[in-house]
């Protein structure tokens, strides 16, 4: 098991940026899959963005252009940077790591998950 904590959200106006983190202990992050999910009120948890050990990003269509992910296995940290963010970006957004299934998108890969952290954006 891993434990995840993220870090760097928050409130911010339509158009800026946040730069979430991630930073993993307990059983080493390098041979994992690292992903970033996201659960808005009354909506179902849904994909944001994966890297694997090597840096091969994937992206949830929603975000492309405009987030990308990272990973520092020396540091145990993933990062999302989130740019040209929109109110419908609003929502809980949480890390998670697990192995490497036939998609990366699917929350089954993944089986451990941070307490999230929350992005709001303002109009």
Same mark, same amino acid.
């Given at each position: 098991?891993?434990?995840?904590?993220?870090?760097? +959200?928050?409130?911010? =106006? !339509?158009? &800026?940026?946040? *730069?979430?983190?991630? /930073? %993993?202990?307990?059983?080493?992050?390098?041979?994992?899959?690292? +992903?970033?999910?996201? =659960? !808005?009120? &009354?909506?179902? *948890?849904?994909?944001? /963005? %994966?890297?694997?050990?090597?840096?091969?990003?994937?992206?949830?269509?929603?975000?492309?252009?405009?987030?990308?992910?990272? *990973?520092?296995?020396?540091?145990?940290?993933?990062?999302?940077?989130?740019?040209?963010?929109?109110?419908?970006?609003?929502?809980?957004?949480?890390?998670?790591?697990?192995?490497?299934?036939?998609?990366?998108?699917?929350?089954?890969?993944?089986?451990?998950?941070?307490?999230?952290?929350?992005?709001?954006?303002?109009?």
């Amino acid at each position: 098991q891993v434990q995840l904590v993220e870090s760097g +959200g928050g409130l911010v =106006q !339509a158009g &800026g940026s946040l *730069r979430l983190s991630c /930073a %993993a202990s307990g059983r080493t992050n390098s041979d994992l899959l690292m +992903g970033w999910f996201r =659960q !808005a009120p &009354g909506k179902e *948890r849904e994909f944001v /963005a %994966a890297v694997s050990e090597r840096g091969f990003s994937t992206y949830a269509d929603f975000v492309k252009g405009r987030f990308t992910i990272s *990973r520092d296995n020396a540091k145990n940290t993933v990062y999302l940077q989130m740019n040209n963010l929109k109110p419908e970006d609003t929502a809980v957004y949480y890390c998670a790591a697990g192995s490497y299934g036939s998609s990366w998108s699917s929350i089954g890969n993944y089986d451990s998950w941070g307490q999230g952290t929350q992005v709001t954006v303002s109009s």
